[in-house]
Structure formats: C-alpha cells, structure tokens
C-alpha cells in the first residue's frame, strides 16, 4: 500500500476524466451524444488492452463468472454516460459537475433498497442534507410555467444530468456485485467492450459525419477516458477506496477552472451553495464509512472460533 501514490493516480485520473468530458463538450453542438458514446469507448478499448497485456491480465483476469452482470453494469454505464454527454450540450461544465455529485448519495439510498445494506439515522441525515443541496443546484432551472424555449432546454439538460446520477449510481450497485466473483480488470474491459457494441445500436436514431476538428476530438476523448480508466484503477491498489473517496471532489474544481477558462461558462452563487452542501454531505458519509469500516476491522479479531 502506498497512500501517496494512490491519491496521485486517483487526482491524475479526475483531471484526464474531465478533460475527456471537455472534449467532448466541445463537439457536442454537431455530434450526438450516442455517437459520443461510441468514440469514447471504441478509443479506450486499445488503451485498456494494452494496459491488460502489460500486466499480464489478458487471458486469466477476462474469465468471468457472472456474464450477464456484466451485460447489465455495462448496459447501466453506457446510459448514464449517453444522459452525462447530453447534459454537457446543454447546460455549463460545472453545473452538470455539481449535479453528478448526486451520485455517491444514490448509491447509499440504492445499496439499502437491493443490496440490503443497514443505513443508520446518521447516514440518512447526510444524504438528505447532499439532496438539498442537489435542489438547490437545480433550483434555477425548475421553471416550467410561461418559461421560454431556452428555460426548457436548460430544464431538460438539468434532468439528463441528474438522470446520469441516479444511473451512475446503479451502476456502482453493480460493481460491487461484479468484485465478489470476478477481477477488476474483466469489469473494466467489458464495460468498454458492452458500451461500444450498444451505442453501434443507436445507428437508426442519426449519427453525423464529424468534422476533423470534431473527430480529432473525439478519438482523442476516447485515448484520454482510457488512460484515466487505467489511472483510476491503479490509485484502488495502492490505497484503501476509503482514502481515495474524498478526492472525488477535486473533479469540481477542474470542471470550474475549464469551465471558466475554456468555454467561458461562470459559476453563479446558486451552483457554488448547492455544491458546498453536497460535498459537505458526501465527506460526511466517506468518513462515516471509514469509521464503521475501522470498527468492523477492530472488532474481528476478538471473536473466538467455535468448535
């Protein structure tokens, strides 16, 4: 274990993730989002692979044990990420940001409802308090009586994104399903492999020819959202989840500062309130967890063999 390094992977791969999804912005206006979809995991594909064969995991770390959760998490994922792409076509950078921290919340209210996970008083608190905090993200964008065609829009992008929340959070259900029986590796490899073959299916709904620029992007998209697969990855070997989950957060301060910086997107007070009190609720929940998880490890090896 190497905490230090582990945390340097973990921020490495929240910066390449959002400079994916600013690439991907940035073709948005011509390019749908489920052709998005494809480039992204098409391109990430070679990139996994060949981190794959370094490592050894080629051929021994792809069998699984569970096919068909495979099909489901990676069929999960792909939505999400087709809603996430098409939030980004309407609403600023740091706004559909803000809005995806609803996620690690959702996955404390889902893993209670399928897993059976004990949820205490304290855990429910927080994630209230993160939902709050989301409502008031969303606030400006609840506009439904005499809004204009701009106010829908911005509306809809609002509900993609949290959309792309609540299936990101299943899709961490998933996962942690998938870890019990098969490797790290095979859940990486095919959840690319699943999204590229689904988002060939969207063919019939309209795909465009990309400009060059556009498709420079694109592929470039799908390189730096595998690079980042690999990085993130990596941080979960070398440091406890536990450890890595804070940092989940520095993703908002790269969303404002490409944001700002690139698609000249400002941040209103709104957004920046709803954020703060969405990150507060996440950090409580984080070291909640480490804290239970502290006791749980402590409380092992006081109990006696029987027989």
Same mark, same amino acid.
């Given at each position: ?19 994916? +999804? ?53 069929? &999960? ?18 706004? /559909?940001?803000? &809005? ?46 005499? +809004? ?26 998933? &996962? ?50 595998? /690079? ?49 009190? /969405?990150?507060?609720?996440? &950090? ?24």
């Amino acid at each position: 274990m190497n905490p230090t390094k582990g945390i340097l992977c973990k921020v490495t791969a929240l910066a390449l993730f959002s400079v994916m +999804a600013s690439l991907i912005k940035a073709s948005a206006p011509h390019v749908p989002p489920w052709e998005a979809v494809f480039f992204r995991s098409f391109f990430a594909m070679p990139v996994i692979v060949i981190w794959l064969w370094r490592r050894g995991d080629l051929k021994t770390g792809l069998k699984v044990q569970n096919p068909m959760g495979h099909f489901w998490r990676g069929f &999960i994922g792909t939505t999400a990420m087709m809603l996430g792409f098409a939030a980004l076509m309407i609403l600023p950078f740091p706004e /559909v940001t803000a &809005i995806g921290f609803a996620s690690p919340l959702l996955t404390v209210v889902f893993a209670a409802i399928f897993l059976g996970e004990q949820v205490r008083l304290f855990r429910l608190s927080a994630v209230g308090f993160g939902l709050i905090g989301v409502m008031v993200i969303l606030s400006p964008r609840l506009t439904v009586f005499g +809004a204009g065609a701009a106010e829908t829009a911005a509306l809809m992008g609002a509900m993609l994104a949290l959309g792309s929340a609540a299936f990101r959070a299943m899709a961490q259900i998933h &996962i942690r399903k998938l870890v019990q029986t098969d490797q790290t590796s095979a859940i990486v490899f095919y959840f690319s492999l699943t999204a590229t073959v689904l988002s060939l299916l969207t063919l019939p709904l309209g795909w465009v020819m990309p400009t060059g620029r556009e498709l420079a992007f694109l592929i470039s998209a799908g390189l730096v959202g595998g /690079v980042a697969q690999i990085f993130l990855t990596s941080g979960y070997k070398y440091a406890e989840a536990s450890v890595l989950a804070p940092f989940d957060y520095v993703s908002m301060l790269y969303a404002l500062l490409i944001g700002w910086f690139i698609f000249s997107e400002a941040p209103t007070a709104m957004m920046l309130a709803g954020s703060a009190l /969405v990150i507060a609720a996440g &950090i409580v929940i984080i070291f909640r967890e480490r804290n239970l998880g502290l006791q749980r490890g402590k409380a092992r090896p006081n109990v006696t063999p029987q027989g």
